[in-house]
């Protein structure tokens, strides 16, 4: 958790001042029982009233200056803490944000959320606790001192009280501590459940499974609670145990107080102070036991935001990245194998193939064939096992991402969109593009009709994920905002399915001049979609099949001829 702190580095003149004052504080506090035990034991036994007054004063004005410590501390921390949680998830989210794709599937979606947001919560509440740190351990350590200076023969019954106390805490914490941890994994648990629940919700209904998700999320729902109420159970019964043993102390202290104050050993003010002190020990100690109830809980969350942090992605730039910035590109895997973290065959295998500027590059194959595979190892979303993959000869990871990136138009497989307009959607990956150039992009994609029969037209708002558009409306609304890139390289992750043949063919003509000079990768399901391209590359449970143009294919490929055969007459085929 230490490690965490240094967030806190920013802050440090404020967190220097919420030291000093809460020290201030605390030494105010701890002088008010012996200003109060001189009243008494001065003022009112010899009946001084100016005295009284005088020392009155004295103790209102110490009040009053404990208090106005206590305001500015308590502004400067809620400023430190609310700053420190902002740091702190700006740090974690620009990490997550340079993971590969293998990271994403090592830790999940729902565990991320729940470290960006639920964990820090825990750790940011311990930093509000600051104030606590430093007036408890100081209240009772002072206490202690105070109260054997006003009577040392009377302490000794704190003296004892105070390690027993310590024992029940520290047995207590013991049982409770593991559970913390639990209950940050059955945060996520419940996370998971309503992330697959409300990103699934069609689906769902469809199927009249709703019912069936009530259960998952009761069961997950009552995991969480059983362990809360658990973790919760321990904690509670700490505070009576603590009253009971501090109740029996603070008789053994009036009983033998008094005895000593009978033998004239002791004045009465002298017990009066030292039962305030007694009680203020007692404070510190709650005070301590709410801090020492809140580190469990944000030690876990703490391990968990550092496991997050210490993640290095091998994905990154190298030293010395060159850029790439020709305007055509050829790229070419060579011999590129690859398997997915965990898995037992690879995903593609001994893959060669070249894609040339200005040709058509199509890939083909059954589902699981390894096609997007292919697509995501160009991206860089994952590195290659073995082989290599070059773009104008020169090694992808030698390349800065920024580079390689910004020369690609990709269209994933299921169109993504993000909440705005559809110009902002447009403009994604084109920040300069002019309004014109965004229409022309919609145009080509065959999107500038219904987007221009929108009540706003381009400035029609979509909803999260364009929810508010057909499947296909989506896809070429994706398809649009490649366009809008220009770049050399189109990557086409099956980005054509969701369209009727008709506008797939109006859309591949479209697309045809825009394309000339560039690469394009089209990973394709219809024969008809691809059977133009230069180059076909037929895959097959993660190995090259066959390689050339259809009607080479057609007289060569087994494979192929099957994918041909179950999709098209023989006329088509021809
Ligand atoms: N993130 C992943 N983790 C583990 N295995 C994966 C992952 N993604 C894909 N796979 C596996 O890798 C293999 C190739 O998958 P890939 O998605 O490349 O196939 P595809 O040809 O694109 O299929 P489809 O046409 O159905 O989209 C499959 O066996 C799949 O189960």
Known sequence: ?????????????????????????????????????????????????????????YMLLVAMGAMACVMVASYLLAKTATGFGRDLRRNLFAHVESFSLHEFDKLGTSSLITRTTNDIAQVQQLVVMTRMFIGAPTMLIGGVIMASYKDAHLAIILIAVIPILALVIAGIMR?????????????????????EHLTGIRVIRAFNRSEHEKTKFERANQDFTQVATKV??????????????FNLGIVAILWYGGIRIDHNQMQIGDLMAFIQYAMQIMFSMFMMTMIFMMIPRASASAVRINEVLAIQTNIHNAPHAEKLHDNQTT?????????????????VQDITFEAAPGEVTAIIGGTGSGKTTLINLLLRFYDVDSGSITLNGLPLPSLSLESVRNQMGYVPQKAVLFSGTVTDNLRFGADVASPEDLAHAAATAQAAQFVEEMKDGYASVLAQGGTNLSGGQKQRLSIARALARK???YIFDDSFS???????????????????????????????????????????EGRIAGKGTHSELMKTCEVYQEIVSSQLSEEESA
């Open 175 to 195: 049982t409770g501590l593991p559970l913390f941890k639990t209950l940050q994994v059955k945060i996520d648990g419940i996370n998971l459940v309503l992330r």
């Open 487 to 489: 770049p050399n390289i």
């Open 232 to 245: 919760n159970t321990i904690m509670a019964s700490m505070m009576p145990v603590m009253m009971l043993i």
């Open 498 to 540: 969701a369209l009727d043949f008709k506008t797939d063919a109006k859309l591949r003509a479209a697309l045809k001049s825009e394309t000339e000079r560039a690469t394009m990768i089209i990973v394709a399901q219809r024969v008809s979609t691809i059977m133009d391209a230069q180059q076909i590359i037929v895959l097959d």
């Open 1 to 57: 958790m230490f490690k965490l702190f240094r967030f806190l580095k920013p802050y440090r003149v404020s967190v220097i001042a919420i030291i000093t004052l809460m020290l201030l504080q605390s030494l105010a506090q701890l002088y008010l029982p012996t200003l109060l035990s001189d009243i008494v034991d001065v003022g009112v036994v010899k009946g001084d009233v100016s005295y009284i007054l005088m020392y009155g004063g």
């Open 331 to 347: 790229i070419a895997f060579n011999h590129v194998t690859f398997s997915y973290p965990g898995a037992e065959q690879p995903a």
